[in-house]
């Protein structure tokens, strides 16, 4: 048998060789690139990849303007329907509220309270993105199936370490939120928690918007 020092490596074998290193390396690079991919895109509390759809996200300057917090040290929890997930905190961009991640809570700074200290004099809003087909925060909110939010008055939100009194619940068309003056009041103790009310087929035409009293010791 011939040794391997002396058998004869013809081109033929050289460039099988050269197509298969490269073979092997386009694949780990185009591995590599979805693995990256995969990494950027947006997830749910599942790490569920979230389908977006135009204006599901902010972006570009409105991102920038909101200064987002992403986690501020508080959770967002609903007992009665098992939700807790963090808190962070972004600004109102040109009377655009958009959540900027599936997997949080965000209180709006520059509507109402705009922080738990100021909470016992003003309004509190909180938003939080609901998906269809998957997990985030507000689908613990919203039964899709009968198109109505799942909580109920007299249920508890805890914000940190304030409690608050579920007051009342309702749907609204997002085209018309903005313009819904009930919805924006600010009143001392007072917790507006929104979410998009999602549909078994479609995009989501409307939100829920869940009110809430805070409790006094």
Known sequence: MMSASHRKVTPWLVLLLLISVLVCATGAYLLWSQMRLDDAQPKDLQGNIVALEDGDLPKGNELKQMNVVSDTGIHLTVPSVGLDVPVGSLSEVNGQITPPGF?????????????????????????THSVNHGQAPGNYLINVADGRPTVAV?????????????????????????????VWEDSPGRLVLITCLQREHGKSLKNVVITAEIDTP
């Not at 809570?105 to 705009?114: F, K, L, P, S, T």
């Open 103 to 127: 997997t949080s809570a965000y209180i709006v700074r520059n509507r109402g309270a705009g922080n738990l200290q100021e909470a016992s004099k003003h309004t509190l809003f909180v938003v």
């Open 154 to 182: 007299g249920e508890q939100i805890h914000l940190g370490t304030l409690k608050y009194q579920i007051s009342g619940t309702t749907t609204i068309l997002k085209s018309e939120l903005g313009g819904t003056s009930s």
